[in-house]
Every structure is written in structure tokens, then in C-alpha cells.
């Protein structure tokens, strides 16, 4: 006898076939992590099922610095562009465990958009964050997003690929920059149980690259686990 469980409770197993199970997943406000449980194989002897519950989506945290120290960069709104919203997930045909490899869970997901944008920092009330050296953690604590590889930045009328849009003032100027996350994330996707954070470091510049060629920003990522 195999058992599937899943928690928050809310969401509801398919039993689409005696061979495989389903869940249809969308993301709504990003704010809750989705775990998942499979117990293979139990005899109905055995009494008290265990279930090992293992996270299935990734999470996402977003510092902010400046190394620039003659510069005031105050900013006042940042997106998370073009990230998948609606997938299902397929529940393995393992038993999952404490040692379980969370790429086996991150390979359970089946995405169908990724063209879904999340505020991740804009005060109504139009008021700023002002960077310094020592970089500050910017929105949610707890954002949760569905396993997915990181598309390619495609500039553009409409700008294309999984990137961060920023909007800071500087000496009375207005700028907004578009900060690929790709090549910032190993393996260039999101996994399931990983915590994936973030360190943005904006420099003062007018135009969207400095005169040297550079860009007004760099970035970079530490994945930790989070079970």
C-alpha cells in the first residue's frame, strides 16, 4: 500500500491513474512553502505510517548594498520578472526520506508559464530604502517559487527571461535596471528545498553602464538548504 500526503492540507491529490498522482499547483501570493510525503510499500500490518515530508518549492530572499561611498542611491521599487506561476506536480515513485535528493523533487514539477511578475519591494506610500555598505534584506522573508530554470535576459519593449527589475534615485535622477539572475544561480535554475539569497550591489552611474564599460551593479547567490 503506498501513501501520498501533502501539506497545507488545502490543496487536493489527483488520483489520475493507480500508477501516479497529481496536484495542481498555482501560486498565488508566494508566501507559502509547499511539502510533500510519499511512503512506498507499507504493509497494512505495520500500524503508525511515517511520513517523511520533504519541500518542493525553492526559496528566494533579496539583499541590497552599495559599494559606492560618494553616492546616496535611494530605491524605491523592485520586481521579480517573468517567473512561473501555474504547474503540476507529479508525486514520485519513491519513498521520500531525510536523505532524499531534493533534485529528484525539483524533476517532479511540470511548469506551464513563466511570464509572472512579483513585487518584491514598493512602499505605498512612495517612500525609499537608502543602500550602504552593509548590504539590507529587501522584501518578503519567506518568498516561495516553483522550481524552474533561469531564462536567458532578453532586452527589449518587453524585457524577456527571469531578472530583477530595480528602480533607485541619485542626484535628483530616476533609473531603472534590469539585472539577469542566470548567471548568478548555480546551475543556472531553482531547486526544491534550497534557499536561494541573493546580494545586489548598486553603484551610482547616469547611464545604464558606466563610462568604463561596467555595469552600474553586480550580483551574486548563496544556496543553503532549508530542511
Known amino acids: 500500500m503506498d501513501f501520498f500526503a501533502v501539506s497545507p492540507a488545502s490543496y487536493k491529490i489527483n488520483n489520475n ?3 501516479y498522482h497529481t496536484l495542481k499547483f498555482v501560486n498565488e501570493n508566494y ?7 510519499v511512503s512506498k510499500d507499507v504493509e497494512e500490518t505495520s500500524g503508525k505510517i511515517r511520513l517523511n515530508f520533504r519541500h518542493a518549492l525553492a526559496k528566494i530572499q533579496f539583499r541590497l548594498k552599495s559599494s559606492d561611498p560618494d553616492a546616496v542611491i535611494d530605491v524605491s521599487d ?6 512561473a506561476k501555474h504547474a503540476d506536480f507529479f508525486f514520485p515513485d519513491f519513498t521520500t526520506s531525510a536523505g532524499t535528493d531534493q533534485r529528484g523533487i525539483s524533476d517532479c514539477w511540470k ?9 518584491i519591494f514598493h512602499p505605498e506610500d512612495g517612500s525609499y530604502v537608502t543602500l550602504a555598505q552593509t548590504p539590507v534584506t529587501v522584501g518578503p522573508e519567506n518568498l516561495f517559487l516553483l522550481p ?12 524577456r527571461g527571469t531578472h530583477i527589475q530595480l528602480t533607485y534615485h541619485t542626484a535628483g535622477n530616476r533609473h531603472t535596471i534590469h539585472i539577469p539572475l542566470r548567471e548568478a544561480t548555480p546551475e543556472n535554475k531553482w531547486d526544491s528545498g534550497k534557499n536561494y539569497r541573493y546580494t545586489i550591489d548598486v553603484r ?11 555595469q552600474p551593479y553586480s ?4 544556496t543553503t538548504s532549508i530542511y
Open 148 to 159: 524552474d530554470s533561469i531564462t536567458v535576459l532578453e532586452p527589449g519593449i518587453i524585457w
Open 111 to 119: 511548469t506551464y508559464d513563466s511570464q509572472e511578475d512579483v513585487e
Open 219 to 222: 550580483i551574486s547567490c548563496d
Open 31 to 37: 508566501d507559502t512553502d509547499l511539502l510533500i510525503s
Open 17 to 19: 491513474q493507480w500508477w
Open 78 to 83: 523592485i520586481k521579480l520578472c517573468n517567473v
Open 204 to 214: 551610482n552611474t547616469v547611464n545604464a553602464t558606466t563610462r568604463s564599460g561596467q
